[in-house]
């Protein structure tokens, strides 16, 4: 079992910045491949960037390229993911996911998932 608590959301103008964190505990951290994803009101999760185990491959969907970056710090089990330029589009519940590919966009290939947190970007 892998426990995921995220952090860092907030309210914040748009082209402001936010950095969210995701904490891991009960195995090693290192053994899973990481991603975010977010769901907005009334719309599906959709994935937003991935890492594996290492960090040594990323992965992003479009609409955020050139201006999120997800990371990873295994020695202190956290997945982070700053955001930059933030839009009012970003506005989300986001979601840190573990799983044991080494990085998927497709959340069914995650086992474990943390609570959420809200991310509100005011026009």
């Known amino acids: 079992q892998v426990q995921l608590v995220e952090s860092g959301g907030g309210l914040v103008q748009a082209g402001g910045s936010l950095r969210l964190s995701c904490t891991a505990s009960g195995r090693t951290f290192s053994d899973y491949g990481m991603g975010w994803f977010r769901q907005a009101p009334g719309k599906e999760r959709e994935f937003v960037a991935a890492?594996?185990?290492?960090?040594?491959?990323?992965g992003y969907t479009d609409s955020v390229k050139g201006r999120f970056t997800i990371s990873r710090d295994n020695a202190k089990n956290t997945l982070y993911l700053q955001m930059n330029s933030l839009k009012p589009d970003d506005t989300a519940v986001y979601y840190c996911a573990a799983g044991s590919l080494s990085y998927s966009d497709k959340a069914r290939q995650y086992d474990y998932w943390g609570q959420g947190t809200q991310v509100t970007v005011s026009s």
């Open positions: 890492i594996s185990w290492i960090g040594r491959s990323t």
